[in-house]
């Protein structure tokens, strides 16, 4: 039995078990069309049933001493190290990432559960002061109760752990829902590790659906006191909307334009390596991505050429070939959609100093520059590989090009002063970006998050604590109070 075929089910209340929706979802490789399992989708009440077990399971779990909440992530950690090569072919085979991208995942992936591990130790309690005397003021550190999670089909395994495993670690229970098109490493495969490695039953939910079979049944339930969203920018507004009218905590990681900036002073043929990177890892399906490569005019001339050979050399292909760089993309609407960008943005005078072809869902990278500066595709995300490369004359306009989007997320400058380079981050309006690096970067412990559009809310280290649990104050008068009447 392959590994998709033994989790084509619903995990609920820890039993397996087929939805009861009147539709499935197929889960198809994107490389080639196989079809990878059948997954009959879950209802709405099916929804409800994994709210209330999460919702039971987690007063127990929220008592349990968080030393012996660990060992579960001790364990998941065990297993996913264990099942290292299964799990990474079935990241090939269900979204047609590659070698590379693979294993960068499941390195993530093992990086956030060590600090999981950690993380269940670091809730602290405080004791504050009254100006009332005899009070005693008690600060404690509690889980939300149950965290609602929905991943995105790009990263699906990491993202589901990185949202999945804090919530659990900090005493919560969880109810995840992953990408219609990534059911498997970013749902049940989550639920597997999870129930492998002693989590208790119920704690841990995975509903495979769709918001046309369930509409807003996930994020408007009654239980769940937070929604960790990471997807489009769109429906995150949506989501957003939805968690407000309904009194819940939306963290929100969403969209992005990213802008990687090359000054006159930088080191050209390290940028050009670090540019291809943040452009065409994951063929570009990386909220993180640099969109925009904008380049000092004076050595516009030289990176341009040496951008475009390096790209020109990037297989293109089967992912699981491991001399492969760029596979396909998610699906043939996604493919569609990047090649009718690419077509239209030439069309309205850009210049192709590479136009990629295409077949199926394989998209060849394309490079486009000479782009107008009120044409639209400089203002959105591209989710395909396509690189926009934009001139600049001076760190003001650099500055200006870069903010001109409504995302903010990530970003990086390029330069042979340091200092220079922080002090034009500092300019960006972006929730990340880095110096003399690619954009596309995640650890454990720091603030990962955007600004405006890219998202709201911030994951990571302390911040899981801040998103995941909530605050209670107990006031003891050891003497007594004086009432006015």
Not at 266 to 272: E, F, L, Q, S
Request: glycine share 10%.
């Amino acid at each position: 039995m392959s590994l998709f075929t033994e989790l084509a089910y619903q995990y609920i209340d820890g039993e397996w078990r087929p939805g009861s929706g009147s539709w499935d979802i197929i889960d198809f490789n994107p490389y080639d069309g196989e079809k990878l399992a059948s997954i009959t989708v879950a209802t709405a009440a099916e929804v409800d049933e994994a709210y209330r077990a999460a919702e039971r399971a987690q007063v127990g779990w929220g008592e349990t001493s968080p030393y012996a909440r660990r060992a579960v992530f001790e364990n998941a950690l065990r297993i996913i190290e264990e099942r290292e090569q299964e799990i990474t072919e079935a990241i090939i085979a269900e979204l047609g990432g590659t070698h590379t991208k693979a294993g960068f995942e499941l390195h993530l992936a093992k990086e956030f559960l060590r600090e999981a591990i950690q993380l269940a130790l670091r809730p602290e309690g405080r004791i504050l002061p009254s100006p009332v005397e005899g009070k005693e003021n008690r600060v404690y550190r509690l889980p939300v109760g149950v965290v609602g999670v929905i991943s995105p089909f790009n990263f699906p395994f990491l993202l589901s752990i990185k949202s999945v495993a804090p919530s659990l670690a900090l005493g919560n229970g969880v109810v995840l829902k992953p990408h219609q098109n990534t059911p498997v490493c970013g749902g049940s495969l989550v639920g597997k590790v999870f129930e492998d490695a002693g989590l208790p039953p119920g704690l841990l939910n995975v509903v495979i659906t769709d918001i046309a079979e369930i509409g807003d049944a996930l994020i408007e339930h009654p239980i769940p006191k937070a929604i960790s969203f990471t997807g489009s920018d769109k429906v995150g507004q949506h989501v957003a909307t939805v968690c407000a009218a309904n009194f819940k905590r939306a963290i929100l990681e969403l969209g992005g334009n990213s802008a990687l900036i090359v000054l006159e002073d930088a080191d050209i043929d390290y940028a050009v390596d670090a540019a291809v990177f943040s452009r065409y890892v994951h063929q570009g399906q990386v909220c993180m991505a640099a969109n925009r490569v904008l380049v000092d005019r004076r050595v516009e001339k030289e990176f341009s050429e040496k951008f475009v050979a390096k790209v020109r050399a990037l297989k293109v292909g089967d992912p699981a070939d491991p001399a492969t760089h760029i596979g396909p993309l998610i699906n043939s609407r996604q493919a569609d959609a990047v090649t009718a960008l690419v077509e239209q943005t030439v069309a309205a005078g850009a210049t192709a100093l590479l136009l990629g072809g295409s077949k199926g869902n394989l998209v060849e990278p394309s490079v486009l520059t000479g782009i107008a500066d009120d044409s639209p595709v400089l203002g959105q995300e591209i989710f395909g590989p396509v690189a926009l490369i934009v001139p600049f004359d001076g760190e003001d306009e650099a500055v200006r090009i870069a903010n001109d989007t409504p995302y903010g997320l990530s970003g990086a400058v390029h330069t042979a002063d340091v200092e220079r380079g922080v002090r034009i981050a500092k300019r960006i309006n972006t929730g990340m970006i880095h110096i003399n690096d690619s954009t596309v970067h995640d650890e454990p412990i720091v603030p990962f998050g955007g600004e405006k559009h890219s998202g709201s809310g911030r994951l990571n280290g302390e911040s899981m604590i801040e998103a995941f649990t909530t605050q209670k104050w107990i006031s003891v008068q050891h003497g007594r109070s004086r009432f006015p009447f």
